[in-house]
Protein backbone atom coordinates (compact mmCIF):
# COMPACT_ATOMS: atom_id res chain seq x y z
CA UNK A 1 0.00 0.00 0.00
CA UNK A 2 0.96 3.75 -0.85
CA UNK A 3 2.46 5.40 2.63
CA UNK A 4 2.86 9.23 3.02
CA UNK A 5 5.53 10.83 5.31
CA UNK A 6 5.47 14.37 6.87
CA UNK A 7 8.52 15.82 9.34
CA UNK A 8 8.36 18.90 11.33
CA UNK A 9 11.06 20.40 13.74
CA UNK A 10 9.57 21.86 17.19
CA UNK A 11 12.01 23.85 19.69
CA UNK A 12 12.61 22.60 22.91
CA UNK A 13 15.03 23.86 25.57
CA UNK A 14 18.46 21.94 26.09
CA UNK A 15 17.27 21.47 29.75
CA UNK A 16 13.71 20.13 28.53
CA UNK A 17 14.58 17.13 26.59
CA UNK A 18 14.85 14.28 29.30
CA UNK A 19 11.50 16.03 30.64
CA UNK A 20 9.55 15.54 27.36
CA UNK A 21 10.92 12.17 26.54
CA UNK A 22 10.34 10.50 30.22
CA UNK A 23 6.54 12.56 29.66
CA UNK A 24 6.18 10.72 25.91
CA UNK A 25 7.12 7.35 26.88
CA UNK A 26 4.37 7.69 30.34
CA UNK A 27 1.64 9.08 27.99
CA UNK A 28 2.69 5.91 25.66
CA UNK A 29 3.19 3.19 27.89
CA UNK A 30 -0.20 0.97 26.71
CA UNK A 31 0.80 1.67 23.31
CA UNK A 32 3.03 0.26 21.23
CA UNK A 33 6.55 2.13 21.24
CA UNK A 34 9.73 1.78 20.20
CA UNK A 35 12.65 3.28 21.95
CA UNK A 36 15.69 3.48 19.23
CA UNK A 37 16.38 7.06 18.18
CA UNK A 38 13.87 8.62 20.10
CA UNK A 39 9.88 7.71 20.92
CA UNK A 40 8.63 5.57 18.06
CA UNK A 41 4.73 4.79 18.29
CA UNK A 42 2.90 2.89 16.11
CA UNK A 43 -0.65 4.26 15.85
CA UNK A 44 -1.73 0.61 13.55
CA UNK A 45 0.90 -1.89 11.45
CA UNK A 46 0.55 0.89 8.96
CA UNK A 47 0.75 4.26 10.86
CA UNK A 48 3.52 5.65 13.47
CA UNK A 49 5.46 8.82 14.70
CA UNK A 50 8.96 9.42 15.94
CA UNK A 51 9.46 12.06 17.88
CA UNK A 52 14.28 12.39 17.78
CA UNK A 53 15.84 14.84 20.47
CA UNK A 54 18.14 16.47 17.99
CA UNK A 55 21.54 15.92 19.18
CA UNK A 56 23.16 19.06 18.54
CA UNK A 57 20.27 21.90 18.37
CA UNK A 58 17.22 22.64 20.92
CA UNK A 59 14.88 20.99 19.03
CA UNK A 60 12.64 17.98 18.50
CA UNK A 61 12.31 16.85 15.19
CA UNK A 62 8.93 14.32 13.87
CA UNK A 63 8.44 11.88 11.52
CA UNK A 64 5.07 10.29 10.63
CA UNK A 65 3.87 7.78 8.23
CA UNK A 66 0.39 6.52 7.55
CA UNK A 67 -1.84 5.56 4.92
CA UNK A 68 -3.26 9.05 3.97
CA UNK A 69 -1.59 12.80 4.12
CA UNK A 70 -4.94 13.16 6.47
CA UNK A 71 -3.55 11.13 8.52
CA UNK A 72 0.07 11.77 8.17
CA UNK A 73 -0.20 15.42 8.60
CA UNK A 74 -2.51 14.72 12.25
CA UNK A 75 0.02 12.38 13.16
CA UNK A 76 2.80 15.38 13.60
CA UNK A 77 0.20 17.60 14.63
CA UNK A 78 -0.96 15.47 17.52
CA UNK A 79 2.71 15.20 18.84
CA UNK A 80 3.74 18.60 17.98
CA UNK A 81 0.53 19.85 20.50
CA UNK A 82 2.13 17.04 23.15
CA UNK A 83 5.51 18.26 23.16
CA UNK A 84 4.00 21.87 23.59
CA UNK A 85 2.01 21.03 26.51
CA UNK A 86 4.73 19.26 27.88
CA UNK A 87 7.21 22.28 27.18
CA UNK A 88 4.31 24.56 29.21
CA UNK A 89 3.41 22.51 32.12
CA UNK A 90 7.19 22.30 32.80
CA UNK A 91 7.83 26.08 33.18
CA UNK A 92 3.96 26.07 35.09
Known sequence: PATNLAQQTV????????????RLIEKAKNKNIELLDGIKIYENHNAW?????????PFFKIF??????????????????EIEAILKQGHA
Not at 11 to 22: D, S
Request: charged share 25%.
Open 64 to 81: AEAESQAKVKGLVAAMTK
Open 49 to 57: VLAVPDPSE
Open 11 to 22: YCPWENKGLVMR
